[in-house]
C-alpha cells in the first residue's frame, strides 16, 4: 500500500518559518513528480509547488515564490517545503502528492497526481 505522510505543520507568528516533510512508503518514489498543494478554509485547493523526479526545475505558485523552496531527497523518499516568512494568508492545510513520470516537466494540475498525503494544517498568526 502506497501512503505518503506529512508532518512539520504547527502554530507559527507572521514571519516565521516552517518546515514540511512528507515522507513516502509503499514503493519507490524516485520516479515521480512531487508536489505541495493547500486548502484554506472555504477554498479550493491550490497548487503551491512542485518538484521532478530528478529534483531539477521547480515550479511555485506566485504566491510563495521567493519564500517557499521545495526540494527532495530520493534517497530517503521524502520530499520538503522549506517556507520562510510566513504569511496570515498561507494558513491551510497543506498536502503533498505524488505523480509517476518519466518526462521532465511537473504539472500543477490536481487529478494529475496519482497518490495524495492526508494534509497537515499549518496556522499563521498576525
Known amino acids: 500500500q502506497v501512503t505518503l505522510v506529512e508532518s512539520g505543520g504547527g502554530l507559527v507568528q507572521a514571519g516565521g518559518n516552517l518546515r514540511l516533510s512528507c515522507a513516502a512508503s509503499g514503493r519507490t518514489f524516485s520516479n515521480y513528480h512531487m508536489g505541495w498543494f493547500r486548502q484554506a478554509p472555504g477554498k479550493e485547493r491550490e497548487f503551491v509547488a512542485a518538484?521532478?523526479?530528478?529534483?531539477?526545475?521547480?515550479d511555485y505558485a506566485d504566491s510563495v515564490k521567493g519564500r517557499f523552496t521545495i526540494s527532495r531527497d530520493n534517497a530517503k523518499n521524502p520530499v520538503y517545503l522549506q517556507m520562510n516568512s510566513l504569511k496570515p494568508e498561507d494558513t491551510a492545510v497543506y498536502y503533498c502528492?505524488?505523480?509517476?513520470?518519466?518526462?521532465?516537466?511537473?504539472?500543477?494540475?490536481?487529478?494529475?497526481?496519482?497518490?495524495w498525503g492526508q494534509g497537515t494544517q499549518v496556522t499563521v498568526s498576525s
Open positions: 502528492a505524488a505523480r509517476y513520470s518519466t518526462g521532465w516537466s511537473t504539472t500543477r494540475i490536481e487529478y494529475r497526481y496519482d497518490y
Open positions: 518538484v521532478p523526479w530528478n529534483g531539477g526545475s521547480t
